[in-house]
């Protein structure tokens, strides 16, 4: 019978402490050995105990008998003509007969550098202009998956302490390689709350990869319940994919709206725990289905009163989709009636689109084991 390592990333404090004491290390000794590890895998970010030298060799033998801190497959790992990155990771994880796939993406610009990380396998919702949302939910990532997502990209960037910048990385000129963090890449946070809690509070943890959570943004759908629950116990910058501005288109774009209609939404927004700062409406600009100056006022109506910023996305286009994008003077006219409101209304720039690393064009080929069976 294979022993199966535990996982040490992705486990806070108190659970490295617990697990410790379960491999049988001296009480006495557990708290400096928390500080000692902690430091190594977010601090230094080694991917192996060798590494970590104020550690006694038969220590370090003992970890790695016992511990897993593997890093998962980069199975391919690319760079579009603007610098945007995107990698495609297998995880292997322990107990899953079937191994699966996400991507992450790297947004590299001149003074912060962007990473969007996957927070499922696939997507249980079904937005209609989202290729992610084509395919099934295959499974939830766990903490250690979500946090592995940005300790590879670090690693592949050179953005650990003492390590060099690899010559193929496009990086920002000065200062940290990843500033920021956004969970907007595949799947839905709030349908895989508590490890995406766990983990985003292990990144903004100020003793080890110590992001701000100024710096993190969390995208939902419009998952009602959790967007109190990610403001009060996570604290971090919140997105809303809000997309169209009366039920009906929306519940044709974004069909979780069935669920939590716009009036429930917005209201969950009005009472976002972290409202001092403001909430980023994330909009794709379709063409003749959402971006007329009607639209843009009706959305103006929709947000009075809730401190935000409206991101203007660029459909992007992927094999298969019936819609398209707006025109880029459609795009203006809409940005230019939220901007007169008093709103920010930045249009997104479209990245990485030549490697399909653009928003709304990440898919994975892993299936989900249900249908592997009956293939
Ligand atoms: N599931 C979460 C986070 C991931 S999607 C959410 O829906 O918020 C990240 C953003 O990309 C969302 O605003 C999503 O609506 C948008 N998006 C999806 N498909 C897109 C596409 N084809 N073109 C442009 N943006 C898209
Ligand atoms: Fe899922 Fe977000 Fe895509 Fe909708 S837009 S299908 S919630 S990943």
Redesign the pocket.
Known sequence: MSFEKLPLVGLNRDEIAETLQLVGIPIRHIQMRVRQLWHWLYVRGASSFDDMFNLSKELREKFSEDFSITRPKIMTDRISKDGTRKWLLRFSTRGNAFPVEIETVYIPEKERGTL?I???VG?S?T?S?????TQRLVRNLTAEEILLQLLVARECLGDFPGRNIPDNAIVPVKGRKITNV?????????YNFEAIKKALLIISDGEGLSLSKRRIT?????VVPGMYRTGKEIGVML?????ATDDALRNRL?PINKKYPLAELMDACRNYPVLRHRITF????LKDINDSADHARKLVDLLKGIPAKI?L??????PG?N?Q?SDRQRIEQFAAIVNTAGYASPI?T?RGNDILA?????KSLSRSASKKMSD
Not at 182 to 190: A, I, R
Not at 218 to 222: I, V
Not at 358 to 362: E, Y
């Open positions: 969007c996957s927070s499922q997507c919702l937005c202009f989202c290729h992610t949302g956004v969970v907007m890449g595949m799947g839905e946070p709030l969390l995208s939902t759908s419009g997105a809303i994919s809000l997309h974004v994330e909009y794709v600009m991101n996305i660029p459909f992007n286009p992927w989709t819609y994008c997104r479209t653009a928003c709304g064009q990440l």
